[in-house]
């Protein structure tokens, strides 16, 4: 291969590289990435189990909320019931099906970031504001899923992380 040619295997190699480290570091690809995923396991008809789905995002997710959810809904699964506490795809915060999604615009702060995510059912209409996905950065740089915001609640149903520490520890 002569000059020219090694130049050009390089410059494209360079732009591979780079954009899979995006990937890595861009806390909407990552939220992208989970979210496309798990739409296309809810929509799969038979829909794929969530533990099965979910296993898949283990890199996506901050260790101990990864642990939580996966347990949660494990135990669901086990006893044939609803996911145990909730009755909604906690991901997409409704009971309704989802078509699509779309993301809202990513706030940074440091070592965190903040990303909407508007849903829209299949009966159409506007996409609505599902979620607020919280993120921060890992030790190896990469963006992790540290929690799943649900707008206008509170106490054990404002997040993801609330919901599922209840069902692991549950109140006396």
Known sequence: MNFKGRLILLLCAGCCLSTSTWAQTSPAAVVTAFY????????????????????AERSRFDPVLFQRVTRTFQRAEKTKTEVAGYDEDPFFNTQDEVAAFRLGTVTRHDA?????????????????????????????????????????????????????????????
């Open 112 to 172: 965190t970031a903040s990303v909407p995510v508007y849903a829209v059912d299949v009966r159409g209409g506007k996409p609505r504001l599902a979620v607020t996905v919280k993120l921060a950065r890992s030790d190896n740089g990469s963006w992790r899923i540290t929690d799943v915001r649900y707008p206008g609640s509170s106490g054990s149903d404002s997040s993801l992380r609330a919901w599922s520490r209840q069902l692991i520890t549950p109140a006396k």
């Open 36 to 55: 496309s995923d798990w739409l296309k396991s809810v929509q799969a008809r038979p829909p794929t189990p969530s533990s099965q789905a979910f296993a």
